[in-house]
Nanobody
Framework: QVQLVESGGGLVQAGGSLRLACAGS????????MGWFRQAPGKEREFVAA????????NYTDSVKGRFTISRDNAKNTVSLQMNSLKPEDTAVYYC???????????????WGKGTLVTVSS
């Protein structure tokens, strides 16, 4: 069992930055690939970024490439999402999730956090 708790959301102006963090419980954290997903009002949950078990692989949805960076620290059981050059269309609830497979998929994640709200004003 892995429990995930997100933090770091908030209100930011367009062009600004936020850093999201996800803290995981359990001794098996390093055996899970981790992903960030988001869900905007009235829209389906979508993939944002993912990082492999050891951190040697990562991928991003096209709309955030060059702006967002995912990282992890297995010693601290944390995964982070650095978000730069934020746009109003990045407004959403952001979720972290864990899965033993690769690449992570929104329909197949094993564990989910409860989410943190990011609001980008224009």
């Amino acid at each position: 069992q892995v429990q995930l708790v997100e933090s770091g959301g908030g209100l930011v102006q367009a062009g600004g930055s936020l850093r999201l963090a996800c803290a995981g419980s359990g001794r098996t954290f390093s055996t899970y690939a981790m992903g960030w997903f988001r869900q905007a009002p009235g829209k389906e949950r979508e993939f944002v970024a993912a990082i492999s078990w050891s951190g040697d692989m990562s991928n991003y949805t096209d709309s955030v490439k060059g702006r967002f960076t995912i990282s992890r620290d297995n010693a601290k059981n944390t995964v982070s999402l650095q978000m730069n050059s934020l746009k109003p269309e990045d407004t959403a609830v952001y979720y972290c999730a864990a899965d033993r497979g690769w690449p992570p998929d929104v329909y197949g994640m094993d564990y989910w956090g409860k989410g943190t709200l990011v609001t980008v004003s224009s």
